[in-house]
């Protein structure tokens, strides 16, 4: 059974930073590029960053772009964002998910976790 777990949200003031992390099963977790992706209230869901199998390759939002970092330990099946600077603005549900293949539009990935919220006070 596959299952991905986000967890690390909370409430954080405007300058703090958190860091998600993401665990996986049930699948080949070293096969699969991971994304991480937002929504906000009233708001579509939002890519955010991807990382490939190895880590070595990466790509990020413009929105994010110099404040968070994707990463993976393909040993214990565990993928993370760190997120510094946090801005109200990224204030939404975070969601974890694994792609057979490098993508940025939700649907190009094939697993997803249930998401943890990211609130951002100013």
């Known amino acids: 059974q596959v299952q991905l777990v986000e967890s690390g949200g909370g409430l954080v003031q405007a300058g703090g930073s958190l860091r998600l992390s993401c665990a996986a099963s049930?699948?080949?977790?070293?096969?699969?590029?991971m994304g991480w992706f937002r929504q906000a209230p009233g708001k579509e869901r939002e890519f955010v960053a991807t990382?490939?199998?190895?880590?070595?390759?990466?790509y990020y939002a413009d929105s994010v772009k110099g404040r968070f970092t994707i990463s993976r330990e393909n040993a214990k099946n565990m993928a993370y964002l760190q997120m510094n600077s946090l801005k109200p603005e990224d204030t939404a549900v975070y969601y974890c998910?694994?792609?057979?293949?490098?993508?940025?539009?939700?649907?190009?990935?094939?697993?997803w976790g249930q998401g943890t919220q990211v609130t951002v006070s100013s």
């Open positions: 990382i490939a199998w190895s880590g070595g390759l990466k």
């Open positions: 998910a694994a792609s057979a293949r490098w993508g940025v539009h939700d649907h190009e990935y094939n697993y």
């Open positions: 049930g699948f080949t977790f070293r096969n699969y590029y």
